[in-house]
């Protein structure tokens, strides 16, 4: 069977912008949302702060399961898997009666998770080498674009259509995205018994590089970290700053959407540079400017200077997410690229649980800009571990 990967990758796109999307969109209006429940005015900040983390805990506690699954089954059933769960998780959530539900349908929506590991598996697996950096590119501004956008878009559907609709036309969205899938996307994939396939023990026996995909796992935390760790305190940094005026929530929402854009506007040029000179170059590219976006964001005096900053940043996440989906589907057997990459999704996962945890214990104890300040320790960390490897294993060489 001739399997059309261009058509592929264009509806694995749509389906990891509306997925991504669905994780984030409720950021805005959640508090607002759990208060409208009933919870105790002095337990919304909790019960906020866990129904953000826990889609991304649960998603990362189950990522290797189906990616194990997927292995034998195939990506394309998982992102059908996928995409139904979250279609009744995320539609359910404007009917729950009170916010232990809500708790609970958000831990459901992160472990029926799994579309944007499985719909990079399968591009990873099906797009020519040659252009694998250009086509996982393409596919990760799918994500990037609905988690950075997201924000924005829940917080002007709630005004438009009140808070429960919202969930109900991500839903419907969910819905048409499993459509599109079923109907569209094909993989000509033969299902493995389980006795016949390989153990993630023998998957990683066939990786030369196993250092450096170590490497790429913690770069995909670091990557999430620095993204979320501003999330608790940018509006009030903002307003800080002094300069954002009666706008101020319109203000947080562009500064923490544009990134997106300047993402989506570069990951595929990047991966087709990346494609040409090198993947891990490109990387380290990526690393090296967000280390020099983060430290001037804790000195900087007006929004608009932060504004320009993230921005800038937008590009270094253009050029991380590509290149690490890239340089992990050239080092990984085939036969287990989609446990592989659930276990990238795993930490990235994580790296979102934990960015907005570190965010808001280091502005508590040190203020606002020393958040900037932490991640860009991070970030520097990051580069000599990511040169370290790069140098040790020739990873030029090998690519």
């Known amino acids: 069977m ?44 909790l019960f906020s702060g866990l129904a953000i983390s826990v889609t991304a805990f649960a998603s990362a506690v189950v990522a290797p399961i189906w990616g194990n699954l997927a292995d034998r089954k195939g990506r394309r059933l998982m992102m059908i898997r996928a995409a139904v769960g979250m279609t009744f998780t995320m ?64 917080g002007a559907l709630a005004e438009w259509f009140g808070m429960e ?9 969910l819905l048409i995205t499993t459509l599109l ?26 990786i030369s590089n196993l250092q450096v995909l170590i490497g790429l796992f913690v770069t995909s935390l670091i990557l999430q970290v620095g993204v979320t760790s501003i999330s608790p305190i940018l509006t009030l940094y903002i307003r800080q700053l002094h300069g954002a005026g009666g706008n101020l929530l319109f203000v947080s929402g562009l500064i923490v959407s544009i990134s997106g854009v300047s993402a989506i506007l570069s990951s595929p040029t990047l991966g087709k540079i990346g494609d040409r000179i090198g993947n891990h170059k490109v990387l380290l590219f990526g690393l090296v400017l967000s280390l020099l976006c983060f430290i001037p964001m804790g000195f900087v005096q007006t929004p608009f200077q932060l504004g320009v900053l993230r921005f800038l940043l937008g590009f270094s996440t253009g050029a991380l997410m590509p290149s690490i989906n890239t340089i992990i589907s050239k080092i990984t057997p085939t036969e287990g690229v989609s446990r592989i990459y659930s276990y990238n999704q795993m930490f990235s996962n994580f790296g979102q649980v934990l960015g907005p945890m570190l965010g808001s214990m280091v502005a508590h104890g040190l203020g606002y800009r020393a958040v900037f300040w932490v991640t860009s320790g991070f970030v520097l960390l990051n580069i000599g571990l990511s040169l370290f490897n790069f140098r040790k294993n020739k990873i030029g060489e090998a690519l």
């Open 181 to 206: 899938t079923i109907f569209f996307v094909k993989e000509d994939f033969q299902p493995v018994d389980k006795t016949d396939m390989l153990t993630t023990k023998e998957i990683l026996g066939k």
């Open 91 to 154: 539609g359910s959530l404007a009917f729950v009666p009170n916010v232990y539900w809500l708790l609970i349908m958000r831990f459901m929506t992160g472990i029926l998770s799994g579309y944007i590991p499985n719909a990079t598996a399968l591009i990873a697996f099906q797009a020519p080498k040659e252009k694998s950096g250009w086509a996982l590119g393409t596919l990760a501004t799918g994500a990037i674009a609905g988690n950075l956008i997201g924000p924005s878009m829940g």
């Open 165 to 173: 609709n919202v969930f109900i036309i991500t839903g419907t969205v």
């Open 2 to 45: 001739k399997i059309d990967w261009r058509r592929n990758l264009l509806i694995s796109w749509v389906g990891c912008f509306f997925t991504g999307a669905s994780f984030s969109l409720v950021m805005p209006f959640i508090p607002l949302y759990i208060e409208q429940l009933g919870t105790p005015k002095n337990q919304v900040e």
